[in-house]
Nanobody
Framework: QVQLVESGGGLVQVGGSLRLSCAAS????????MGWFRQAPGKERESVAA????????YYADSVKGRFAISRDNAKNLLYLEMKSLKPEDTAVYYC???????????????????WGQGTQVTVSS
């Protein structure tokens, strides 16, 4: 069974940058599509970005397009989220997740993900 552990969160000022990492262990993580989600206090968990197993196809929520970039290194079993031009509304706990769904149209839906990390806090201060 694949296990996921996020890191890289922290406190950053408006306009700043952060890179989140998600380390996968166990199973065969390179065969899964993966995604980043976030959850702010009092809000539903929402999708941020997703990437296919090979890393050559990516999807983004409208709110982060042009500012965030998802990537993966299957040789190292790592998933990344590069975040730039951060805004206060990006403040949330960020989670990485893995899915066995073969349908690219579903990869921004949290319901298709069955493996989740514990989350890492990102706080953007103004």
């Amino acid at each position: 069974q694949v296990q996921l552990v996020e890191s890289g969160g922290g406190l950053v000022q408006v306009g700043g940058s952060l890179r989140l990492s998600c380390a996968a262990s166990g199973g065969t993580p390179s065969t899964y599509a993966m995604g980043w989600f976030r959850q702010a206090p009092g809000k539903e968990r929402e999708s941020v970005a997703a990437i296919n197993w090979s890393g050559d196809t990516t999807y983004y929520a409208d709110s982060v397009k042009g500012r965030f970039a998802i990537s993966r290194d299957n040789a190292k079993n790592l998933l990344y989220l590069e975040m730039k031009s951060l805004k206060p509304e990006d403040t949330a706990v960020y989670y990485c997740a893995a899915t066995g769904s073969p349908y690219a149209s579903s990869w921004l839906l949290k319901s298709v993900y069955h493996i989740w990390g514990q989350g890492t806090q990102v706080t953007v201060s103004s």
